[in-house]
T-cell receptor
Framework: GESVGLHLPTLSVQEGDNSIINCAYSNSASDYFIWYKQESGKGPQFIIDIRSNMDKRQGQRVTVLLNKTVKHLSLQIAATQPGDSAVYFCAETSQGMLTFGGGTRLMVKP | DGGITQSPKYLFRKEGQNVTLSCEQNLNHDAMYWYRQDPGQGLRLIYYSQIVNDFQKGDIAEGYSVSREKKESFPLTVTSAQKNPTAFYLC???????????????FGEGSWLTVV
């Protein structure tokens, strides 16, 4: 089936720096994308979403960019904090069903 | 508080036993889901339900069963037929049906199941 994947399994950043987590998707029919944050031993937490008719959406300290031409999604976290340390998943939907990527672990160094 | 409640948080199963994981939501969501997560891996869909008394198999339904007798409840039974049940199980829900794009899926805190 179609797949969603992440380029970097682990990302280490310095506290205060900006983080960029990338995701590639292969289903050109995907029309809705979600980023989740999962802390150890907990359920995924919704961060931000974007529809395919947009190329950028901003939240509090987070921005999601969508490039449909190359089927690429990214999550930018501004001024990364220790509390941002977690695994981040992208998920795409086609006809409403979610397909998850494998996740990227973000480690924030103090 | 509104949300999705899973119980128990930790569960141990003996070989040959069936166990049931509870999932309750008070978000008035129509659709509910069960996912399985293995260490260091993504989520895989076990079952989902769009409406009371209806549910559909996901990608890895073998060895699992569900029921949807009430809108707010979607229990998952891990049967003895599931040969490798040790995993982290996540229940989720969304306002609209799975086939309608744009319906954000929200997750519970998960249940750890270990075979002993």
């Amino acid at each position: 089936g179609e797949s969603v994947g992440l380029h970097l399994p682990t990302l280490s950043v310095q506290e205060g720096d900006n983080s960029i987590i990338n995701c590639a998707y292969s289903n050109s029919a995907s029309d809705y994308f979600i980023w989740y944050k999962q802390e150890s031993g907990k359920g995924p937490q919704f961060i931000i979403d974007i529809r395919s008719n947009m190329d950028k959406r901003q939240g509090q300290r987070v921005t999601v960019l969508l490039n449909k031409t190359v089927k690429h999604l990214s999550l930018q976290i501004a001024a990364t904090q220790p509390g941002d340390s977690a695994v981040y998943f992208c998920a795409e939907t086609s006809q409403g069903m979610l397909t998850f990527g494998g996740g990227t672990r973000l480690m924030v160094k103090p | 508080d509104g949300g999705i409640t899973q119980s128990p948080k930790y569960l141990f199963r003996k070989e040959g036993q069936n166990v049931t994981l509870s999932c309750e939501q008070n978000l008035n969501h129509d659709a509910m889901y069960w996912y399985r997560q293995d260490p260091g891996q993504g989520l895989r869909l076990i079952y989902y339900s769009q409406i009371v008394n209806d549910f559909q198999k996901g990608d890895i339904a073998e060895g699992y069963s569900v029921s949807r007798e009430k809108k707010e409840s979607f229990p998952l039974t891990v049967t003895s037929a599931q040969k490798n049940p040790t995993a982290f199980y996540l229940c989720a829900s969304s306002l609209g049906t799975p086939r309608r794009s744009g319906n954000t899926i929200y997750f519970g805190e998960g249940s750890w199941l270990t075979v002993v």
